[in-house]
């Protein structure tokens, strides 16, 4: 069973940057995929990013050159690191986690976090 904590959200102005954090425990961090999905309200729950257990990264169309995922397996930690910060950015923020394989679907992800809010003023 994997323990996913998020941190970092806040309030800030467009053009800002915030860099959320998710600490994970109770698995073998290195063999999951971590993603970062979002919930605006009223719509549904989208992946921000990702970052695969070898390394490899992808982006949502909306957020790449703005947005950059990292992770540190020896702490087990993720980030999101977000510059360029927009209003339609705001959002509620989820960490989530899947054993091996890839997928953008929410549908696929095992483990998840209680969420931190952003939220981006015009």
């Known amino acids: 069973q994997v323990q996913l904590v998020e941190s970092g959200g806040g309030l800030v102005q467009t053009g800002g940057s915030l860099r959320l954090s998710c600490a994970a425990s109770g698995g073998t961090f290195g063999n999951y995929v971590m993603g970062w999905f979002r919930q605006a309200p009223g719509k549904e729950r989208e992946l921000v990013a990702a970052s695969s257990w070898s390394g490899g990264t992808s982006y949502a169309d909306s957020v790449k050159g703005r947005f950059t995922i990292s992770r540190d397996n020896a702490k087990n930690m993720v980030y999101l690191q977000m510059n360029s910060l927009k209003p339609e950015d705001t959002a509620v923020y989820y960490c989530?986690?899947?054993?091996?394989?890839?997928?953008?679907?929410?549908?696929?992800?095992?483990?998840w976090g209680q969420g931190t809010q952003v939220t981006v003023s015009s």
């Open positions: 989530a986690a899947r054993p091996f394989a890839y997928s953008d679907s929410s549908k696929d992800y095992d483990y």
